[in-house]
């Protein structure tokens, strides 16, 4: 019961999750996919495992659902080991660039992974039909998966995650293949499991979407976890500057004098300056009888946070041993 | 057999419907009718040896055919499509995996083996006019060609766990060609001496003995099959392909899934 009670919070809890391959001919070769990721997610957050292609992130989702074998470490997923099947029948996972038995219907196949994750035959039948209207494919029941294109396979693939009503659901870059109207449903639908009181751990390259969606964020780069927070933390304003917008295209010349980055576009004027500049920019403008139009915080963008925490491991040997 | 042993049992025997495995039926109607009407026309009084002698080879080779050529990609191409990944993120177990896949394509080459018997009864009959009580011995010979199924199916699921397709084919053909021949090797290790006697006789025991699975040839002369060949054949093919089994989820529990 204590031990429950202590998980009850955390979704995941990742505790050295460690992964080394042995490649070459003889298979002597070891080569580091995850340096040891500690790692924990609560329950109903939405949280973003971000890094470029090749940094780990599918492989730690491969260790979480059991299909790869760390090498150190272990992980607990609501309280219990990750091969553990009660577990299972709690999370949903899509993998990257899914691929089904494409002999079946949609039906057959979202049936099919009803029955393997237990859902009682009376409901399966009505849940396919509710998951296929949510994921945007209502008529699609009795086509077989070879007619699909890649974007209604990734519908699909979401649909069978969530079939079952899962609390943890786990999406290996899921707009992968959608357009910009499907990457919209979906990312709608995340929002909505997550007011279900839902957990959702997804990966992405995407910065746009993680930044849109995610409670909060971890980085992983060359198999290393760079850096974990909320998304707001992580983008919060930078050096205390602000940026100043103005109409017209003068630039008063008491502006350059306080240092203000200036750059004119069209007929608006955008300025860069110090905080502590703020008021005696203002008041600049005021005489200049400029109509001011915002001023705002600058604010680092999780693109430029995520380019910065990466650049410094450039110059690391990297992570093959 | 725990339900979801009997939900991938199913979706394999779906499978191998939907990619027109039972379509070997047709080629095999085609064989049987012309060999029947053939037979007539050019044997006398030994049509029913070769309707028999023909339609059950052809039972047996057109069924192991099929279980090498869908055994040996059961699992690989599992992993190589990655369909796999949704199946064991489930509350799914790999033994559980390995033991639906096995009985959905013995279900497969069950059917299709039954299917076949029929085509052979039914060219008996076109040939001989009538059925006569030793004819019920080719129904213990099919039965035999099943046991045969369950052996090179599960020696070519136990190859797919570890081996690409085309080594998992040659792998299981060579066994099954050495196996057909399973007691001239043990007769060539009772020849030997030293060394090779002992190597010989171990892989005389170790290959399958597919040789004490094949009665075509007594039950088209009409000569009856014991009882207790039957008990026997029953004990070691299940016991083999078990052990089979069991070696392919040794090694499927330990494989990553990269």
């Not at chain 1, 976890?225 to 933390?233: H, K, P, Q, Y």
């Not at chain 2, 009538?130 to 035999?144: C, E, K, N, R």
Request: glycine share 8%; hydrophobic share 50%.
């Amino acid at each position: 019961m204590e031990a429950f009670q202590l998980y009850a919070m955390t979704a995941i809890d990742i505790l050295g999750l460690e992964k080394t391959y042995s490649v070459g001919f003889w298979r002597k070769t070891p080569r580091c996919a995850l340096k040891p990721l500690h790692l924990r997610v609560e329950e109903g957050e939405i949280f973003g495992f971000l890094g470029p292609n090749g940094a780990g992130k599918t492989t730690t989702l491969k260790m979480l659902m059991g299909l790869v074998y760390p090498t150190a470490g272990s992980a607990r997923i609501l309280g219990m080991e990750i091969n553990d099947p009660r577990m299972k029948a709690q999370i949903g996972f899509l993998p990257e660039q899914p691929y089904f038995y494409d002999y079946l219907t949609a039906g057959e196949l979202l049936n099919y992974y009803g029955q393997l994750s237990g859902v009682p035959p009376k409901e399966r039948s009505r849940k396919v039909r509710e998951v296929l209207d949510r994921v945007g494919l209502p008529d699609v029941m009795q086509v077989q998966l070879r007619k699909f294109s890649k974007g209604m396979l990734q519908r699909v693939g979401i649909a069978q995650a969530i079939l079952h009503d899962p609390r943890i659901v786990f999406l290996d870059e899921p707009m992968s293949g959608l357009d910009p109207m499907g990457r919209r449903e979906v990312r709608d639908l995340m929002e909505q499991l997550k007011h279900e009181g839902k957990t959702v751990f997804f990966s992405t390259h995407i910065l746009s979407d993680a930044e849109a969606l995610c409670d909060r964020v971890a980085i992983i780069h060359l198999g290393e976890l760079r850096s974990v927070g909320a998304v707001a933390d992580l983008t919060s304003s930078v050096e205390g500057k602000i940026e100043l917008v103005w109409h017209g295209n003068k630039i008063p010349s008491s502006m350059k004098a306080l240092g203000a980055d200036c750059h004119v576009t069209g007929d608006t004027v955008r300025a860069v300056l110090l905080e502590g500049n703020q008021d005696a920019a203002l008041e600049a403008l005021r005489r200049e009888q400029l109509r001011i139009i915002s001023l705002i915080p600058v604010r680092t963008s999780l693109e430029e946070y995520f380019v910065r925490k990466l650049q410094p491991s450039k110059a690391v040997a990297g992570v093959t041993k | 057999m725990s339900g979801r042993i009997a939900y991938i049992a199913s979706n394999t025997f779906r499978e191998a419907v939907r990619d027109r495995v039972l379509y070997n039926l047709i080629a095999f109607a085609l064989l049987m009718s012309g060999a029947a009407v053939l037979v007539g026309q050019i044997s006398i009084g030994i049509e029913r040896l070769v309707v028999i002698n023909l339609g059950l080879t052809a039972v047996s080779l057109f069924g192991i055919v099929i279980a090498i050529f869908i055994g040996i990609g059961l699992v690989s191409k599992e992993i190589d499509k990655r369909t796999l990944y949704t199946v064991l993120s489930r509350p799914v177990q790999r033994w559980e995996f390995i033991v639906g896949k096995f009985f959905g394509l013995a279900g497969t080459l069950v059917v299709n083996a039954l299917f076949m018997a029929l085509g052979v009864f039914v060219a008996l009959l076109y040939v001989s006019h009538h059925f006569q009580a030793t004819d019920g011995w080719v129904l213990i010979a099919v039965y035999f060609i099943i046991l045969q199924f369950l052996i090179i199916t599960s020696l070519a699921l136990l190859f797919s766990t570890f081996s690409s397709p085309l080594l998992s084919a040659v792998f299981a053909f060579s066994l099954f060609v050495i196996g057909t021949f399973a007691e001239d090797l043990r007769g060539f290790a009772g020849l030997t001496k030293g060394i090779v006697r002992w190597l010989a006789t171990g892989a005389a025991y170790l290959v399958p003995n597919f040789s004490a699975l094949n009665v075509i040839s007594s039950v088209a002369h009409e000569q009856p099959v014991a009882g207790q060949l039957i008990l026997s054949n029953t004990a070691y093919a299940l016991v083999y392909a078990s052990m089979a089994l069991c070696g392919a989820v040794l090694i499927f529990e330990r494989r990553n899934l990269k």
